[in-house]
């Protein structure tokens, strides 16, 4: 995925690129304590132990920083997704395995991506971030519905993009429910599951045997 527009280039040294990586994970602990709209610098380079200097020669404000801590996120949750299928794999077993790494991921990063829904709402170029996060899930997940009807495996007469932007809508909503928004108590193998059957039921990929 192409680098935000709100971050500079990285730095060119490894003790450049120590001090910034040390600024991002001091500046999420201190997001997820606090908010994104609360948090000042002051409280970042606090928590980073660096000077105000430091921190302005890595990032420019904290609009700056707050994208560098989601591109990090991102990294984390873009899993392999669904990834290539075998002729001898089992393609709903594979729908779980990427669905539950998805979930997995989601959870981890729960409180940034409540977050970035919140500061979406008010900023125009974070909306334009989360809807690049989106557009690139939809994507490699059209790519392998794309692969399973070339396969005979999944229905042929769906638009692979338009179902993948449905499916996984669907999954990144039910996510932020139940991991932002603290829906009804649900385990995570119940989660897995249930979007599984979903997932396999609107492709009409035939069980196993």
């Given at each position: ?95 779980a ?60 007469d ?10 996984s ?34 492709l ?6």
């Amino acid at each position: 995925m192409a680098r935000s527009g709100l971050l500079r280039e990285l730095p060119v040294t490894e003790r450049g690129l120590r001090t910034r990586a040390a600024l991002i994970a001091a500046a999420r602990r201190v997001f997820e304590r606090s908010g994104y709209l609360d948090t000042r610098l002051i409280d970042i380079t606090k928590a980073a132990k660096c000077s105000a200097g430091t921190f302005y020669t890595y990032f420019a404000s904290k609009e700056e920083i707050f994208a560098a801590v989601l591109e990090l996120a991102q990294e984390d949750m873009m899993h392999p997704g669904m990834p290539h299928v075998a002729a001898e794999d089992d393609p709903a077993a594979i729908i779980a395995a990427s669905n539950r790494a998805y979930f997995e991921a989601y959870k981890r990063n729960a409180k940034l991506m409540g977050l970035l829904e919140q500061v979406a709402s008010i900023d125009p170029e974070f909306r334009v971030l989360r809807q690049q996060r989106a557009d690139a899930f939809i994507r490699r997940n059209a790519r392998s519905i794309a692969n399973l009807q070339q396969r005979g495996l999944a229905d042929p007469d769906l638009d692979p993009l338009l179902a993948s932007s449905a499916l996984s809508g669907m999954i990144s909503r039910l996510a932020f429910g139940y991991f932002v928004t603290g829906g009804e108590a649900a385990s995570l193998d119940d989660i897995v599951d249930t979007a599984t059957r979903l997932w396999v039921n609107a492709l009409r990929i035939a069980p196993r045997g």
